[in-house]
């Protein structure tokens, strides 16, 4: 869904309206069952989405190191602590408001984030083409928004201050490596081809030898079958790295070229409304992850 479209801005009016007079736990269900068509279990969890369910209400809010990792400026804090500060793309500024942003002091390619939220991302490819005041419009807009508003993310909401970041421009080929890790095991990852609002993504599910897995989500294309790149071995002990201190997190590369840097630490993939197909994969992939509580 076009993010300028109206039906899309009224939903996600609505979906804020909502997020601040309705029991969480209630709207989590209620989104589950618009998008997945089926009842979520937070009580007594099994599926992958089930438990993510669980910890996107119970405990990721709550735990101070998911919510600084889930904070794209924050988090290159603990990336540089793990030792892994040297595949950090180069950050070219930071800035609370969008008017404080130096125009001149940045190159003509590089991508503007803000840190709060999911695809904040706006890509100058050539900054004397740039609209700056319809720039700083949109920063500014999403810098005003609680992203967790929307699907119910309520460590987005903990990350103060919001910020905007720029960052290198890494190229016009960029692939995305995601792996799911489980208690600082990465189990299996998946490829994706769109950087910018992976929605649009073509994208396939891969073990962790590379193997294709006969399943996809609904809501993308399938990628098909590809080349591992060289470095796939040295993404999988980053992934290992950085993801030991949490039950669950997705760790997410940019690979381009011969080479790879790292993206972002993803608690809550897809809102955890994740439409996986077949639906034994959510079960088989439910039984790996093991709850805090467990």
Known sequence: MERNSVFYKARRKM???AYCVLPHEFLSKLYYKIYLHENVNIKNPE???????WLKLKYNAENPLVVQCADKYRVREYITEKGYGHILTKLLGVWDRAEDIDWDSLPEKFVLKCNHGCAYNIICQDKSKLDKEKTCRQLNAWLKENFASFNVELHYGKIKPRRIICEEY???????YKFFCFNGEPKFFYVSSDLVHD???SMGFFEMDGKKIPMIRDD???IGEIKMPECLGEM?????ALSKDFPFVRVDFFLYGDSYKFAELTFTPG???MPINPKEYDIEWGKMLKLPRE
């Open 15 to 17: 979906q804020s309206a």
């Open 47 to 53: 599926s992958f989405n089930e438990k993510l369910q």
């Open 199 to 201: 929605r649009q993504a």
């Open 220 to 222: 993308y294309k399938d």
């Open 271 to 273: 809102a955890c409304m």
């Open 170 to 176: 890494l190229g016009d080929v960029i692939t995305d």
């Open 236 to 240: 999988t002990e980053a992934a290992k």
